[in-house]
């Protein structure tokens, strides 16, 4: 009996502190849906033999379950690189002073609007924010063109956002205030309210809405859109205000991680990430625009050339969200 | 001894990293900054999510009481099967099954009627949540229910009919139990919070989720989670209250023969409402999973198929190692509370099982990344830490309730014969709570196997496990995909459980107790 007992404790031991010891290895965190970045970080490891250990994020924990990580993590950090979706969660970061400025050569054919004055982040394949709508509800001309279509009566109820407060949401919203101004966008805001707004969990949440026909139309990221379309043959698409304020553009980022050394397999990745391969991997996986000129896109999706985006700083619109975050949270408990 | 032996692992391993957090909170440089922004409307907030918990804990305890008595004391055939089937809800993740019964809604109701909206309001978080809950009280009452001595109902029936047993025998007799399930339904819905947040419903929870994940301020929803805590301490010393007046510690004589009624009202008012609930919380959420898996044939399944299989064992090994820790340690907490009157582990154990998981796992990260526990937290043992100190507040609870049940008489004359401390509690005291080691087994097992909010703060990089698998492919996986993930997690669950049932049997029939 203590011989077992002995022989039990001694397995619970070597399984629970078992850990992989690899020196060529590097720890990537991702917020990007992990059916989308691990076939990309699994093709890095294919071509440099570099293994790869990545921590993704949920959706029911609205992806931030890894920046919390990170920020808990700072003193002693256990991840190497740092793949966001969206520059606003980089943003964080780098005001909490986690992240190591690195200029990548790779990054020489990327506008400078998708990269960190400081270098603190790059960016790469963007998505944008589109309206995705139901073609059996909305007939073609009573389709929403502009953001500030939404306001109107004939979508009382009938229109999906997500939760401001999270995501890709909040940046959108961000961006508003700062492209058409304070007042005017609370104003917007107060309109949306107004017409009975349905505030869905997630992004995920408004696509299923809308494909399930509860709404007419959402406002949600183009990978959504694009599995929409999959999903569905019902589906429509629009690049919102193409005649007005344009339509945002989240390009992924890529970061590294200060700590004490950083490794040359971090550098190796974060140039990877980079690349025009993973642009192009992206572009098919998940219809995201590259970043690079002159990259042959899969049929399908659409180059940053056809598209209007609104005109904005990432990192002042960071800044706009810290400003608004309490307004928001106002606004979505008052529905 | 043994009891030091565990406190000071519990101590150091569990409990200091959420008293170093509460340190760091209170030394924080913005405290009344955080203190001041705790307004009036917070506090209505917590009022309200207590409401809402509740009805959701006076509910599932009430469905817990007749489906206990349905399935533990009915002679209905195939009690075993039954007993499966009505845990299901058990294994389905809140955040899938609020989904599912949302998709439901919308196939069944038109989307304007009032009942559809109803559904995303507090009554789609009721019913999502007692669905949920509704086995945990089965269990702990039907526990309770198989440890009554047959005699005690016998004479009872002898004296009165069978309404008069049942409502002045039975139920004062399983009263600690209905008040624990009562309690511990409260807490786990008032600390849940995926289903509000998906319905769309302000609690308390999502008030600490969106402070801490919206504005990366860990200290307020520290200082919030602190609030919950005091409640659940509260509710736990209340409850303690109500059980140490109960006359239920004057009786009681385990490991007698269980007394079944085989009245046909009885048997077939169980098999009714049995198989109705069984069809409500498991056939109807199932079918629409299985028809979402399946609708565009069967690629779907095979590829989720190939997605978890590698995630299976560790998920497996995990559960069960974080389990059988939770029982020992809860069993010695238990055993010490009720039989020495030593109250400090239990309290160390409901604080820690009451403070919401990010905030756990947060406090795990602070107190373990650094280069001398670093292997621990890098290492799948920081998962173990932090299902152990999770869960096995509810083996304390479910152990506990059994071990008031034993007559001191048992343990005494064992005394006098000069049996030693380990012999005793070997051969006396755990073939008597058996059962009761089993259902918590059980629970523990199904929390650690489905458990997110923990596994997602501190999983180790470059592993793998089933929900947090299940929960990053979902996030934009086709539907059929999702759906054929959370089918393929029910499967392994069922069949892992039913696994345990055969093995716990096998234990059952040496020690001759009756289950």
Known sequence: MNRTVLLFLLFII?????????????????????????????????????????????????????????????????????????????????????????????????????????????????????????????????????????????????????????????????????????????????????????????????????????????????????????????????????????????????????????????????????????????????AQMPLHKGVKLPKGVLSLDNIKPMNIDYNKTAGKLENIQGYLKAWVEDK | MLYTIVLLPVLFLLVLPVLNIVVLTFFDSNLSESIASMSTDLFMLLLKSLAISGIVAFISTFIGIVLGFSLYKSDIKYRNVFRLLILIPLFISPYILAVAWKDISVLIFDIDTSLFKKTYSFIGMIL????????????????????????????????????????????????????????????????????????????????????????????????????????????????????????????????????????????????????????????????????????????????????????????????????????????????????????????????????????FGIALIKFYNNSILNFIYSSFGILIIGYVGKYSFISTKLIGNSIKQIPKSLEEAAVIQGIGFFKRIRKIIVPLVLPSIFASFIINFLFCFGDLGISIMVYPPGTEIMPIKVFTIMANAPESLTSSMALIVFLVTILLISLLFFIFKKIIAKYNVNY
């Open chain 1, 14 to 286: 070597m399984f629970a502190f078992s850990c992989e010891q690899n020196t060529n290895s590097i720890v990537v965190y991702t917020t990007v849906d992990q059916v989308f970045s691990e076939p990309v970080l699994k093709e890095f490891e294919k071509e440099t033999g570099i293994k790869v250990k990545a921590v993704y994020d949920t959706e029911e924990t609205k992806s931030t379950g890894i920046l919390n990580r990170l920020i808990a993590e700072k003193d002693n950090p256990q991840c190497d690189v740092f793949w966001s979706g969206d520059p606003l969660r980089t943003a964080v970061l780098k005001n909490k002073n986690i992240l190591y400025s690195y200029t990548s050569k790779a990054a020489e054919g990327i506008d400078m609007v998708f990269k960190d004055k400081d270098n603190y982040w790059t960016g790469f394949s963007a998505r944008a924010r589109v309206l995705i709508y139901n073609k059996d509800l909305l007939k073609d001309d009573d389709v929403p063109q502009s953001i500030f279509d939404l306001t109107d009566k004939k979508y009382k109820a009938k229109v999906a956002i997500a939760n401001p407060l999270f995501g890709t949401t909040t940046f959108h919203f961000a961006a508003l205030f700062s492209v058409i101004g304070d007042e005017r966008a609370k104003l917007f805001l107060d309109s949306l309210k107004a017409n009975d707004i349905v505030i869905a969990s997630s992004n995920g949440d408004v696509k299923r809405r809308v494909v399930k026909g509860e709404v007419y139309c959402g406002l949600t990221d183009t990978d959504d859109a694009n599995e929409a379309i999959k999903e569905s043959a019902n589906i429509g698409v629009v690049f919102l205000d193409q005649k007005g304020i344009g339509s945002l553009i989240m390009p992924n980022t890529v970061s590294l991680i200060k700590k004490a050394k950083v490794s040359d397999n971090a550098k190796k990745l974060f140039d990877y990430l980079l690349s025009e391969d993973t642009e192009i991997a992206l572009a098919k996986s998940c």
């Open chain 2, 128 to 359: 999502v949540h007692s669905t949920i809950y509704s086995p945990l009280s089965i269990l702990i009452i039907g526990s309770a229910l198989s440890n009554i001595s047959k005699q005690m109902e016998e004479s009872a029936l002898l004296i009165g009919g069978f309404k008069d047993m049942f409502f002045k025998i039975l139920l004062p007799l399983i009263r600690p139990s209905i008040i624990t399930s009562f309690v511990l339904i409260l807490i786990f819905s008032i600390s849940e919070f995926s289903v509000p947040a998906f319905l769309g419903i302000r609690v308390f929870t999502t008030e600490i989720f969106t402070q801490f994940s919206a504005f990366y301020n860990h200290n307020l929803a520290m200082l919030q989670s602190l609030l919950l805590i005091f409640i659940c301490v509260f509710l736990l010393v209340s409850e303690r209250k109500r059980i140490s007046n109960s006359v239920f510690l004057s009786i009681g004589t385990r490991g007698k023969e269980v007394k079944l009624y085989s009245s046909r009202k009885i048997v077939i008012f169980s098999y009714i409402i049995l198989s109705f609930t069984i069809v409500f919380t498991v056939f109807v959420p199932l079918s629409i999973l299985v028809y979402q898996s399946f609708r565009t044939g069967t690629s779907k399944f095979m590829e989720a198929l190939s997605l978890l299989l590698p995630t299976i064992s560790d998920s497996t090994l995990l559960a069960i190692l974080g389990s059988i820790i939770s029982v020992f340690i809860g069993f010695v907490a238990a055993y010490y509370s009720e039989v020495l009157n030593k109250k400090l582990m239990n309290l160390m154990l409901l604080i820690l099982f009451a403070i919401p998981s990010t905030i």
